[in-house]
């Protein structure tokens, strides 16, 4: 096989391997609160939500030691291990014990910044400066299927008995772990004429002292996170959190509490679910065919994104409620300034998730183009502010009202893109400037 076609076909099993693993976390994730309530008057006290918390918060905080991690076993024993804690915690539930799930609950937050951060240096890795936003757009699309298979299968998962539960989450566990012995199948880049020290430096056959290497790490991250490049990114970064949030939480919660909708309100929760994953497939996937036919860098797709977003905003903003996200388990009562439209609900879904897919897409090929040599260190300060950013904004959702939560993403939307323009176009003058030289 050529090297081109190697360095494809590991980005195409990273893609995979994170396809399955989250198809199974993300079922976990929208059926445990449901699981606890269940079982929640027994021996187990437990609650989904304090264990959201505690997983972003580490999450947050240990994207500083994520890139030591890498450097010391390298990426893809970083990538097996940490999908093995994802396994665990989904199988705290097959027996659940209320110490063993705020424990894994710990555990999930460090193996989330180890594994995002190994996926964006092994995608680096695997990828030239030609092929980068190709690569990331083949990733994101193939990961994103997960919301399709993750919503086609849940409604099949009634857990009415201790049985149901222990069939549905064993299944779970060994659907993970197929997904987590996937990265084994990635092979090792065949090395270019003149490599880059510092990016195989993240190999393990280059260690020779851990501990000057983990401090050599949180340091190198520090240091990234105050360049002026990385500074300017942290605002695109920021608001692919807060859209995060609101994509995958709060506006399904908005669709279930519009009781204008009727009887199947809550059944559009999953139907939105689809569109979204509708969404990031198809621009992912346009996005990483088409990459080498764009002639204007990365600009004009993060436009679209925004383009995108501020339309799919508009018309939530008309849609839906303005107490929608904080309305009583009854639901709203309050009326939209349209009359609420399930139509123009689900094109705000498909909308939601192709914008998604435009930053995402653009951010992960814009940090894995800039810092090459640092990958590691780049892609933990990115998730850094990703995951403080989507906290943040889950905290908030429990009381802003819905425009308020929409003006924020907004804002935030337009600076960002703004910002990203910046960083682009001084990639752009510096490639003339080089081109120019070389004359």
């Known amino acids: 096989m050529s090297p081109e076609g ?38 187990f006290h437990g609650s989904g939500y304090t264990s959201m918390a ?54 999930l937050g460090i193996a989330a910044a180890v594994l995002w951060t190994a996926q964006g240096n092994l995608l ?43 069939t549905v989450f064993i299944t779970l566990t060994v659907i993970s772990l197929v997904g987590n012995f996937l990265f084994f199948l990635i092979q090792r880049p065949d090395p270019e004429p003149a490599p880059s020290d510092a990016s195989e430096s993240l190999l393990p056959a280059d260690i020779s002292d851990s501990n000057s290497i983990y401090f050599f790490s949180t340091e190198k991250s520090i240091q990234l996170a105050m360049t002026k490049e990385m500074l300017l990114l942290s605002i695109p970064f920021a608001y692919s959190g807060l859209e995060l949030t609101f994509y995958s939480g709060v506006y399904g919660t908005c669709l279930g509490a519009m009781t204008q909708f009727g009887d199947d309100a809550k059944g559009l929760i999953g139907l939105s679910g689809i569109l979204i994953g509708v969404g990031e497939i198809l621009g992912g996937g346009v996005f990483g065919i088409l990459d080498k ?23 939530i903003f008309l849609n839906i409620a303005s107490d929608a996200p904080v309305a009583p388990e009854e639901g709203t009562q309050m009326q939209a ?57 889950f905290f908030y959702s429990n009381y802003f009202l819905l425009h308020w939560q929409l003006l924020i993403m907004v804002l935030a939307g337009f600076l960002g893109t703004i910002t990203f323009f910046v960083v682009e176009w001084g990639i752009i003058s510096s490639r003339r400037d080089s081109d120019y030289d070389s004359i």
């Open 6 to 43: 190697k360095t494809l076909l590991n980005i195409i099993i990273l893609g995979l391997g994170f396809m399955v693993i989250f198809t199974a976390f993300g079922t976990c994730g929208n059926i445990e609160q449901t699981v606890i309530k269940s079982f929640n008057s027994t021996e």
């Open 54 to 107: 505690i997983i972003y918060a580490v999450f947050s905080a240990s994207n500083l030691i994520a890139p030591s991690v890498i450097a010391v076993i390298g990426p893809q024993l970083s990538l097996f291990f940490s999908g093995l804690v994802y396994s665990g915690y989904i199988a705290v539930f097959i027996h659940p014990y209320t110490s063993s799930f705020y424990t894994l609950s710990v555990l």
């Open 124 to 166: 680096t890795i695997n990828s030239k400066d030609s092929t980068i936003g190709r690569n990331s757009g083949i990733f994101w699309a193939l990961m994103q299927f997960r919301y399709i298979l993750l919503v086609s299968g849940e409604k099949r998962y009634f857990l009415v008995s201790d049985k149901d539960r222990q």
């Open 293 to 315: 036919c764009n002639r204007f860098g990365r600009n004009p797709v993060v436009f679209l994104g925004l383009f995108t977003h501020i339309v799919a905003f508009f018309l």
């Open 337 to 393: 300034f349209i009359q609420p439209s399930v139509t123009v609900a689900l094109i705000c879904s498909f909308l939601l998730g192709l914008g998604d897919s435009c930053f995402n897409t653009q951010l992960i090929s814009i940090v894995g183009f800039l810092f090459r040599e640092d990958s590691a260190s780049a892609f933990a300060v990115f998730k850094f502010v990703q995951s403080i950013t989507a906290a943040v904004a």
